[in-house]
């Protein structure tokens, strides 16, 4: 098993950037797959980044593409999720998850293991 703590959340105005952070412990972290999801108050959880094992590939959700950037960096168990140029529409929970596949998920029935959370806040 893995397990995921995430950091780097806050309050940012409009067209500023946070970059989030996705520690992970237990088993060797180039094993899972990793992904980003989002979750709005009052709202259902929405996909928002994968990236593959080794970063072979990475997918964003149409509404964060040119703005959000997925990486990870396996020597450190650590995964990152890059957003700038941030909107009000931006603002929640982000999450990450890990899932033991060879490829990427944009579905969370895929990733068995996720974080805590980290609140996302953009002001106008």
């Known amino acids: 098993q893995v397990q995921l703590v995430e950091s780097g959340g806050g309050l940012v105005q409009a067209g500023g950037s946070l970059r989030l952070s996705c520690a992970a412990s237990?088993?060797?972290?180039?094993?899972?797959?990793m992904g980003w999801f989002r979750q709005a108050a009052g709202r259902e959880r929405e996909f928002v980044a994968a990236?593959?094992?080794?970063?072979?590939?990475?997918y964003y959700a149409d509404s964060v593409k040119g703005r959000f950037t997925i990486s990870r960096d396996n020597a450190k168990n650590t995964g990152y999720l890059q957003m700038n140029s941030l909107k009000p529409e931006d603002t929640a929970v982000y999450y990450c998850?890990?899932?033991?596949?060879?490829?990427?998920?944009?579905?969370?029935?895929?990733?068995?293991?996720w974080g805590q959370g980290t609140q996302v806040t953009v002001s106008s």
């Open positions: 990236i593959t094992r080794w970063s072979g590939g990475t």
């Open positions: 237990g088993r060797t972290f180039s094993s899972y797959a």
């Open positions: 998850a890990a899932a033991t596949l060879s490829g990427a998920s944009l579905s969370s029935t895929e990733y068995a293991y």
